[in-house]
Each structure stands twice: as structure tokens, then as C-alpha cells.
């Protein structure tokens, strides 16, 4: 079974400081996603990657920035964390074929983060 | 441009009734169409997809969704609901070709009573 780990299920800062969410996946998958799930508006696509050090905006990329200097392992950045970015954020990953042939994506368990 | 609707945000049922997710969507071309479970402080989890081929598909936990091209929808269905099966449901859309892009409904709360 694939398994996408995100390196914190809870995590509480403060307003300012730089903020690190880690995923790390094990299938030696290319495609790597990171998405905010807020109540009401599902989930939201803030950046992908397809490749080592390849990176693309999603849909909400403002105040974040990722980092993917191993294919395994898919960084999210916040730059200057503010309350607005309070929210639950999923990590999923999903291999280049499996994308060419509509495998679902494989989804970490979440990281909920608190911005104080 | 795709989007997909999911018409209730809550659905509430007992326990060994019928379960009725509905969801609708909106793509230019030939879609895949899935739907994820997310349990309390988990992931998503795939119940199942649809990618062109039979219209019936069936999925795990004996969820089963009916594409209709014609109605644009993709309800998901099962005919006995189990307390476990309580957790929020996402209708999820990707144009074929249409490179990595998932659109996400805004989710349906199930919940079973006894």
C-alpha cells in the first residue's frame, strides 16, 4: 500500500514566524500536491510538483511556497504565517502512469494548523 | 472550465436505510469522476471511480455511483447505511488530459442514527 506521511498531525504558531508542513511518501511517486481543506469549501489545490525541483501553482498559491529538492518528499512553506492560513492541510501524491490512467490520488492524514 | 456541485452539505440517515449523495458536474469534455471518504482526523479515501468505462461503478464498503451524462451527475448510492459509514463524502472531477488538476466538491456530512 502506498503511505503518505505528513510529519505532524497537529501544529500551533504564532503570526509571522515561517512555518514548515513536511510530506514524505514511500511509492516513488512524481506527482506530489498540497491542498487546504476548509469547512464549506472542500479542498483547495495551493501548489503541485511533478518532478524533483519542478513545481506548479494551484489555485490558492498566495503566502505559501513549496520546496522539492527529493522526489520523495514534498515541503510547504509559509512564509510569514497569519491567522487566515488556520486550516487543515493534506499532502497527496500519485505516480506519472497513474496519472495517465486516472489512479486516484493517495492522501497523507492531514496536518491542522493553528496560527495564533 | 469543470466544477462539480454536491447539492447537500448534510444528509442524515438510520441506520439500515438507503444512503443518496448527490452530486452534479460541470466539464467540456469527457470527465473522471471520484468519490473520497474522509473519517474524523483521517485522509481522503478513495470509495471509487469512473473513467469511461461501465456507467454502474461499484466501490468498497458497498457504495456504488451511476454516471448520467445526460442528468450531468454522479450520486452515490448504498442500500443499507452502517453507523461506520458516518464521515464526510467528496465528489471529485478531472478532465481526461486534463494534466493534474482536481476539482473538489465542497463535501456532504453523512450521518447515521440508530
Known amino acids: 500500500d502506498v503511505k503518505v506521511t505528513q510529519s505532524s498531525r497537529y501544529l500551533v504558531k504564532r503570526t509571522g514566524e515561517k512555518v514548515f508542513l513536511e510530506c514524505v511518501q514511500d511509492m516513488d511517486h512524481e506527482n506530489m500536491f498540497w491542498y487546504r481543506q476548509d469547512p464549506g469549501l472542500g479542498l483547495r489545490l495551493i501548489y503541485f510538483s511533478y518532478d524533483v525541483k519542478m513545481k506548479e501553482k494551484g489555485d490558492i498559491p498566495e503566502g505559501y511556497s513549496v520546496s522539492r529538492e527529493k522526489k520523495e518528499r514534498f515541503s510547504l512553506i509559509l512564509e510569514s504565517a497569519s491567522t487566515n492560513q488556520t486550516s487543515m492541510y493534506l499532502c497527496?501524491?500519485?505516480?506519472?502512469?497513474?496519472?495517465?490512467?486516472?489512479?486516484?490520488?493517495?492522501f497523507g492524514d492531514g496536518t491542522r494548523l493553528s496560527i495564533l | 472550465a469543470q466544477s462539480v456541485t454536491q447539492l447537500d452539505s448534510h444528509v442524515s440517515v438510520s441506520e439500515g436505510t438507503p444512503v443518496l449523495l448527490r452530486c452534479n458536474y460541470s466539464s467540456s469534455y469527457s470527465p473522471s469522476l471520484f468519490w473520497y471518504v474522509q473519517h474524523p482526523n483521517k485522509g481522503l479515501q478513495l470509495l471509487l471511480k469512473y473513467t469511461s468505462a461501465a456507467t454502474l461503478v461499484k466501490g468498497i464498503n458497498g457504495f456504488e455511483a451511476e454516471f448520467k451524462k445526460s442528468e450531468t451527475s454522479f450520486h452515490l448510492t448504498k442500500p443499507s447505511a452502517h453507523m461506520s459509514d458516518a464521515a464526510e463524502y467528496f465528489c471529485v472531477v478531472r478532465l481526461t488530459g486534463g494534466g493534474n488538476k482536481l476539482t473538489f466538491g465542497t463535501g456532504t456530512q453523512l450521518k447515521v442514527e440508530l
Open positions: 497527496a501524491s500519485t505516480s506519472y502512469q497513474g496519472l495517465i490512467a486516472n489512479q486516484p490520488q493517495h
